[in-house]
């Protein structure tokens, strides 16, 4: 995971020092520009962190407790319902946890789902939905090749871009694939030099299963829990 992590910063790094003004691949047809990922996507994200940082719209992640640490996790994302649902295991000082969250951003409720006991706990949901995308005011650094275009399927032409939070508190470096708008890595640090890094993977453009962004049965007589509210980062251990 480690190396990964190098990887995408110097791979990053490559591109924000560059001399050469950014310009699109041969393979391109026109200069990239900021895009939204598709409304509908699952698949899985590997998540290393050394500290929990607040992502905005740009990444849609998962969240990782203060120490060094990494998540695998599944997620199905529906922007027209603003529904999100996370399914994860998390690797923390030697101990390992699942979660199963489902986020109802319309009807601000986010189920924490226990399968293996058939139980969930319902919360009020705060904050507004992000959709997956790329700012409009983030800077291009470069259109590259992961891979090689030298035969036919061994390379895909991805952007990389960067920009800050909307607090201007984090700086980020996104890589999205330029044709379909698909999320490949984001890297975000702060200040005090804190990372995360989100890698994405097996990517499916639309939902197999409309049911898996709907509360399983045995949810429907949660009750809201009082005193409370929760959000896309404090759903997790």
């Not at 509908?40 to 640490?69: K, P």
């Not at 991805?158 to 698909?182: A, H, Q, R, Y």
Request: glycine share 8%; with cysteine.
């Amino acid at each position: 995971m480690r190396y990964l992590l190098w990887v995408t910063l110097l791979g990053l790094l490559a591109e924000s020092y560059s001399e050469e003004r950014p310009h699109p691949h041969p393979h391109s047809t026109y200069p990239p520009r900021p895009c939204k990922c598709p409304p509908e996507m699952q698949g899985s994200v590997i998540l290393t962190a050394r500290r929990f940082i607040h992502l905005s719209s740009y990444c849609l992640c998962l969240w990782i407790s203060n120490g060094d640490s990494y998540e695998f996790g599944t997620y199905t994302y529906d922007e027209i319902g603003q529904r999100v649902r996370f399914g994860d295991f998390i690797q923390y000082k030697n101990q390992t946890f699942s979660d199963d969250v489902l986020l109802l951003y319309k009807e601000q409720v986010m189920y924490k789902i226990n399968n293996e006991n058939q139980t969930c706990s319902k919360q009020k949901l705060t904050g507004p939905f992000q959709p997956m995308e790329i700012p409009d005011d983030s800077t291009l650094l470069g259109q590259v090749v992961l891979g090689s275009f030298s035969e036919p399927g061994e390379g895909l032409l991805v952007n990389s871009w960067s920009g800050k939070t909307p607090t201007k508190e984090d700086k980020f470096f996104l890589i999205f694939t330029e044709f379909g708008c698909l999320p490949i890595s984001i890297l975000s640090y702060d200040s005090g030099n804190d990372w995360t890094v989100a890698s994405y993977f097996n990517i499916i453009v639309g939902i197999k299963d409309p049911s898996q962004l709907t509360p399983p049965p045995f949810c429907l007589n949660a009750t809201m829990e009082s005193g409370g509210s929760g959000t896309l980062f404090s759903a997790f251990p």
